[in-house]
């Protein structure tokens, strides 16, 4: 069975710093897209990240850019989520997920494109 799990979140004070990882095991990790996911209270999930199975072809929402770096050890199983300069509106449980794809070069920014998905972790940003 796929496992996804993720790690490195807590409190950290505004304009702080974290950095996320998510082990994959149990399957080819080098022909999976990644993304990172997350939901906060009350609103849905939505896309933060995204990286192609490769690496190079990455993707941010607007309010993470220049602030959150997506990146991936295949050597590792690993995906990382760099996150600096944290804003209290970036508290919410983040998620990491995998899709299998044909594709070096695509990601994928919709929940619904993904096939495996870690249990979350919590990130809180105080102020």
């Known amino acids: 069975q796929v496992q996804l799990v993720e790690s490195g979140g807590g409190l950290v004070q505004v304009g702080g710093s974290l950095r996320l990882s998510c082990v994959v095991s149990?399957?080819?990790?080098?022909?999976?897209?990644v993304g990172w996911f997350r939901q906060a209270p009350g609103k849905e999930r939505e896309v933060v990240a995204a990286a192609s199975s490769g690496g190079g072809y990455t993707y941010y929402i607007d309010s993470v850019k220049g602030r959150f770096a997506i990146s991936r050890d295949n050597a590792k199983n690993t995906v990382y989520l760099q996150m600096n300069s944290l804003k209290p509106e970036d508290t919410a449980v983040y998620f990491c997920?995998?899709?299998?794809?044909?594709?070096?070069?695509?990601?994928?920014?919709?929940?619904?494109?993904?096939?495996?998905w870690g249990q979350g972790t919590q990130v809180t940003i105080s102020s």
């Open positions: 997920a995998a899709k299998p794809t044909y594709s070096s070069t695509r990601y994928y920014d919709k929940t619904s494109e993904y096939d495996y």
């Open positions: 149990r399957l080819t990790f080098s022909i999976y897209a």
